[in-house]
């Protein structure tokens, strides 16, 4: 199999979530527009994802500001994401994480999360991608 040689950006609005949701077999639900933007390129292995979703629900969860880039580096695929939980019921959250994926591991390089204006700073370990994916 030869080496791709597709470089290409791309802007998308999406303004509902059943591309997404068959993507990632989840079941999103947002009433804004979803967007994403990025830039392959293929023959250096490299990726830039920036996702801006002003208002999501994920397993009864409402989460407003979500903005999630992924960049590709050397060492793997550097992650950002933040956001916040905000609902008629439980905590007020605001969270922001960066962390490396690689070798189906998240390592995660810091996590700040304000609970109902508390702040919670966390220098973490490594996880199995496979746990992450099964928290969410």
Do not use: C, W
Not at 20 to 38: Q, W, Y
């Amino acid at each position: 199999m030869g080496i791709g040689k597709a470089n290409y950006a791309f802007t998308l609005r999406l303004n509902g979530t059943k591309f997404i949701n068959s993507l990632l077999n989840t079941n999103i639900v947002s009433s804004h527009a979803i967007r994403l933007a990025g830039l392959v390129r293929e023959r250096q292995n490299e990726i830039d994802l920036h996702v801006n979703a002003p208002d999501v629900t994920y397993s009864g969860q409402q989460i407003k500001n979500l903005i999630l880039n992924i960049k590709s580096e050397p060492q793997g695929l550097q992650t950002t994401i933040s956001g916040e939980r905000k609902g008629e019921t439980g905590p007020h959250v605001l969270i922001n994480a960066q962390g490396l994926i690689a070798n189906n591991t998240v390592t995660p390089t810091f996590l700040s999360a304000y609970r109902d204006f508390l702040l919670y700073t966390e220098m973490s370990t490594a996880l199995p991608l496979s746990l992450v994916v099964m928290a969410t």
